[in-house]
């Protein structure tokens, strides 16, 4: 059993506002490259209504030499799972063409992702996207890269080579009843190939004018005591883009890191498997900061993000019967991470159980025990400081799901619930309950209700921010003002109640269609509150201090509707559209003096998206995929809407060489994607580029 | 933090414009040629599940049951999947009624009460990968020709597993598995595979 997927679904998404129309002349332009893009397709299937070969005539020597159009369904069964799930194959990462996690993700229906510069993604699902999105949950086989100290994703040191990866989930919604706190608005899960099935050795080589690689290097093999394992090493370098506000960014962004992963068959019950990552990277960024109290108070700073770190990650499944199953998951993962402002280290040890049963003929049971303990160090500089500069927290947490059969084979009910116990906030409950109907094979309803908690962290209670300074003047008595964000001890969860259906269907094996929409209610939101002004001393010269604190005090509704579909036009050829609506009505508590957070959020995030994408397989082991993705406008952070288009012709060119020729952004020389308050950097400019990649095997 | 004031992606729309323009052209003409040349080359691509059903119908012939298996009267091979399989209808389409020597192949969905006997061959495909332990467990020792598609299929104690390489359906064979259940595979086919091994059955490894 690989680890918890049959129970870990469940999720939704929100942010955004409602712009429904917003007819510009550039949507025209737009809407005649989707045109086109469509025309151009069906000159390419002159056999629509190809009818299949009888291949059961052909001999087996025949079969073999026959190549897969499509590996047709997803890995993991979602036309089951009552959850918005997406799944992204490893045939999918493949024709992406996509050099980075961040990107194959753009092909998520009602994912948000907005790339800030070179090596930085706000990424959210449902809303309230920001550079540190804190409500979306991301695993790497089963290890959170989720910062649970630092509330987000630090996307830059989330590397796994795209080719050793087997499949992403990602659930829009909820999912915290089975995965856990701070999977509110989503879960992305990415799993990689067991090491069987990599066997053997890979070279990877490319580059282009956005950069070197990533180049790497692969080789899986059996030991007769471990049995399959593999190791690699991969390393790029990322060029630099423009700033937004002009000028060059000096955003580039270097990486290298290598790993191993050993999959053991222990005895005919038990099997192991294990696996560690070391990494060493550094970004360079624009940031506007404080340097000091005094004149010239604060600059745009040219900094370099050094980053490194390592994990180790061990997990045994045992199967006790053909109806009972456990698994045991340890690992330990470090960071550490610095720039001349700010310097943070990190400790995470994580221990899971897990056990699965089935009770009988109706009940499909799933339970765990959880334990984690992460230890920082925040190394006071001007601009980031924490109190206690060290601090060791612990998290308890146990879950219980039962799949229940109402009718067999066409009414499930899952109902499960967490608990889980944190420093910051005590105990916490999240239940969740979910029912699937499935009236024949070809279509599938369901629907949910469940609880999610977004769990302070110590970048919410502890710390000490302060951006910016001014210059003294009369009014301040000549003193200088230090604009300060100070976290709340008292900080309480920010919760989510979300309510979803969905509707599946599979009309023909050519064709099928998911819808979900959703409606959200979120309480004790955090808002920043002002507070009154005082002197300081320390850090000297003596100050004004202008203060703001983390509070609660923000609600409110988001809701909204994702749909994609997968159409197999003609047997070389599938088309997959994809739309997302969005829409958050977030409001102030009376007792709160917050007014730029509320617009900030709603206009942060796109109410509108909307992708297609085209994969063809043509003669001589050539394939052609495109994909077009438009986001609407952020209001908040004047980006203007923008089409995104990458397209790569990829060739199989014999048993061991594969070459592909890739352009990303073709329609713009340049774009922005992202420009929230949220983060310091200055955001960059999306380029058009090109690669070429060319992947040997041995 | 920044506010730039303007935003350089909106100064040149008609650049834009024609290099949109000169992509669908090129597209076109990609899409085109792949028209044009594509009845020549139509018979080296199909369905993952077309192709596979192929394949299971093939391996029926490479296959000898034991006598008790297979009795007189019914002339039926039966290819069981597990109930809500999706790739029912594909392989219905594509091998059910045809006949196999003096036999007729027929796709029968077992649902979980049902007796696995009266199949010759269960196809355990990748969704039902949360079965598939329990599944081949169970089967230990009968005479029932597993076929599967996932990594630990055959440490599980399946007997043949596909897989794909280069795009390419391939399969790898546990003979230990199939000898605990005397069945016997040809030799041909034994050749054909990628891989075979001749463990135990349940815990050779691959």
Not at chain 1, 470 to 481: D, K
Not at chain 1, 597 to 622: C, E, F, Y
Not at chain 2, 39 to 66: D, G, M, N, S
Request: hydrophobic share 40%.
């Amino acid at each position: 059993m690989q680890v918890h997927h049959f129970a870990r679904f469940v999720f939704q998404k929100p942010p955004g506002c409602r712009r429904l129309a917003m007819v510009s002349q550039r949507a025209v332009r737009r809407v005649r490259v989707f045109a086109g893009i469509a025309l151009l397709a069906c000159l390419g299937i002159p056999d629509l209504p190809a009818q299949a070969p009888d291949l059961t005539q052909k001999s087996l020597e025949d079969l073999m030499n026959i190549d897969v159009t499509s590996v047709s369904k997803k890995e993991q069964k979602t036309s089951e799972t009552a959850a918005a799930v997406f799944v992204i194959s490893a045939e999918d990462i493949r024709r992406s063409g996509a050099l980075n996690i961040p990107d194959l993700l753009r092909m998520v229906p009602g994912l948000d992702v907005a790339q800030i510069d070179a090596g930085k993604w706000a990424i959210s699902a449902r809303g309230f996207n920001a550079q540190y999105s804190n409500k979306l949950l991301v695993l790497i086989d089963g290890r959170t890269v989720y910062n649970p100290e630092f509330a987000g994703v630090e996307w830059d040191s989330q590397n796994v080579p795209l080719d050793s990866i087997e499949r992403i989930e990602v659930v829009r919604g909820p999912g915290a009843a089975v995965w856990g706190s701070n999977a509110v608005n989503g879960v992305i899960n990415i799993i990689t190939k067991s090491a069987n099935d990599t066997q053997g050795g890979s070279v990877t080589a490319g580059g282009g004018n956005a950069g070197q690689g990533p180049d790497s290097f692969r080789y899986g093999g059996k030991a007769r005591a471990l049995g399959a394992y593999r190791v690699f090493a991969e390393g790029f370098h990322i060029n630099s883009l423009p700033a937004l506000s002009g000028g060059n960014g000096q955003d580039d962004w270097r990486l290298v890191h290598g790993g191993y992963r050993i999959d053991t068959t222990l005895t005919a019950r038990d099997s192991l498997t294990t696996e560690g990552e070391v990494y060493q990277g550094d970004a360079g960024e624009l940031a506007y900061t404080i340097v000091s109290l005094q004149p010239p108070e604060n600059a745009i700073l040219t900094l370099r993000d050094r980053y490194c770190g390592w994990n180790q990650l061990a997990r045994w499944n045992r199967t006790i019967s053909p109806h009972s199953e456990t698994s045991l998951q340890v690992y330990f993962d470090r960071w550490t991470r610095s720039d001349l402002t700010y310097n943070v280290d990190l400790n995470v040890f994580d221990i899971d159980f897990q056990h699965h049963i089935a009770w009988g003929a109706r009940q499909d049971i799933v339970w765990g025990l959880g334990y984690r303990v992460s230890s920082d160090d925040v190394s006071p500089t001007l601009r980031l400081s924490a109190t206690p500069q060290d601090s060791i927290t612990q998290l308890f947490s146990s879950f219980a799901q039962d799949e229940i059969t109402i009718r067999p084979q066409s009414l499930h009910l899952t109902v499960g619930a967490r608990l889980e116990h944190n420093v910051y906030s005590g105990f916490n409950l999240e239940p969740s309950a979910r029912l699937v109907w499935t009236p024949n094979s070809k279509n599938m309803l369901w629907s949910a209700v469940s609880g999610a908690d977004r769990t302070p962290a110590r970048s919410d209670t502890d710390i000490r921010l302060n951006p910016s300074a001014l210059p003294g003047g009369a009014q301040t008595g000549y003193l200088p003002v230090l604009v300060s964000y100070l976290g709340n001890p008292k900080i309480k969860n920010e919760q989510l109640t979300a309510y979803e259906a969905g509707y599946r269907n599979a009309w023909t094996s050519r064709s099928s269609v998911d819808l979900t929409a959703f409606y959200n209610r979120y309480r004790d939101l955090e808002s920043y509150e002002p507070q009154a002004m005082s002197i300081e001393t320390n850090p000297a010269p003596t100050h004004l201090l202008i203060p703001t604190v983390f509070g609660n005090g923000l609600y409110g509704e988001t809701h909204g509707i994702e749909v994609f579909a997968n159409w197999k036009a003609a047997s070389h050829w599938t088309l997959s559209p994809g739309y997302a609506l969005y829409a958050a009505h977030l409001h102030t508590q009376t007792t709160s003096l917050d007014t730029t957070t509320v617009p900030g959020t709603q206009g942060g995030s796109p109410d509108h998206q909307a992708q297609l994408r085209s994969s063809m397989s043509l003669p001589w082991n050539l394939q052609w995929n495109a994909a077009a993705y438009f986001v609407n406008r952020l209001p908040a952070q004047s980006i203007p809407s923008y089409t995104r288009l990458d397209s790569n012709l990829n060739w199989r060119a014999g048993e061991h060489l594969s070459i592909i020729l890739a352009g990303q952004n073709l329609l713009r020389d340049f774009h922005p994607e992202y420009n929230g308050s949220d983060s310091s950097v200055q955001s960059g400019m999306m380029r058009r580029n090109a690669y070429a990649k060319i992947a040997w095997a041995f | 933090m920044n506010r730039a004031g303007h935003n350089p992606a909106t100064r040149i729309p008609s650049v834009r414009t024609r290099v949109a323009a000169r992509m669908i052209v090129f597209l076109c003409l990609i899409s085109f040629l792949s028209g044009a040349l594509k009845p020549a080359r139509c018979q080296t691509t199909a369905e993952e599940y077309q192709i596979k059903a192929a394949f299971l119908y093939h391996f029926a012939q490479f296959v000898e049951w034991p006598g008790s298996t297979m009795n007189g009267r019914d002339l039926s091979l039966n290819l069981c999947i597990l109930d809500g399989d999706p790739h029912l209808l594909e392989l219905r389409n594509s091998i059910e009624g045809k006949p196999i020597g003096s036999r007729v192949f027929h796709v029968r969905q077992l649902s979980p009460a049902q007796e696995i006997q009266g199949c010759q061959i269960l196809f355990l495909s990748r969704d039902q990968a949360r079965r598939q332990s329990a599944m081949l467990k169970s089967l230990h020792g009968l005479p029932v020709l597993t076929v599967g598609e996932t990594s630990n299929f055959l440490t599980d104690g399946g007997m043949i597993r596909f897989h794909l390489k280069d795009n390419k359906i391939r399969f790898d064979i546990n003979l230990g598995a199939a000898d605990l259940s005397h069945l016997k595979i040809s030799s041909r086919l034994l050749l054909l595979a990628t891989s075979v091994n001749l463990g135990n059955g349940t815990d050779g490894g691959r």
